[in-house]
Nanobody, 128 residues
Framework: QLSLVQSGGGSVQPGGSLRLSCVGS????????VAWFRQVPGQEREGISC?????????HYSDSVKGRFTISRDRATNTEYLQMNNLKPEDTAMYYC????????????????????WGQGTQVTVSS
């Protein structure tokens, strides 16, 4: 059974950068579809990126983060990274990594309903 543990996050000024980590244990992350989500209190969880198993290096991003956020993977440490650059106050949220043993259809790739394995979440705050 795959377990996910997140680290990183914190507070940063607008325009700054942060990197979140999501370490898998119990199974190999490369065998899973992996996505990142964020949630602001009182709002629905928003999918911001996904990488489907079998798609190679193809990563999909939401319009809200495209060009600023980048996903990468370190197979040796079974870790997925979310590099966040040019952060904006509206990026403030709790961020989650998630994994699925299945390969969702593209239109559902950033739907939280498709993912059974979740990290514990890490807070990102962007303010001056």
């Amino acid at each position: 059974q795959l377990s996910l543990v997140q680290s990183g996050g914190g507070s940063v000024q607008p325009g700054g950068s942060l990197r979140l980590s999501c370490v898998g244990s119990g199974s190999t992350l490369a065998s899973y579809s992996v996505a990142w989500f964020r949630q602001v209190p009182g709002q629905e969880r928003e999918g911001i990126s996904c990488k489907r198993t079998g798609d190679g290096t193809t990563v999909h991003y939401s319009d809200s983060v495209k060009g600023r956020f980048t996903i990468s993977r370190d197979r040796a440490t079974n870790t997925e990274y979310l590099q966040m650059n040019n952060l904006k106050p509206e990026d403030t949220a709790m961020y989650y990594c998630a994994a699925s043993a299945t390969r969702p259809i593209l239109s559902a790739c950033m739907s939280d309903r498709m993912y059974r394995n979740w990290g514990q979440g890490t807070q990102v705050t962007v303010s001056s």
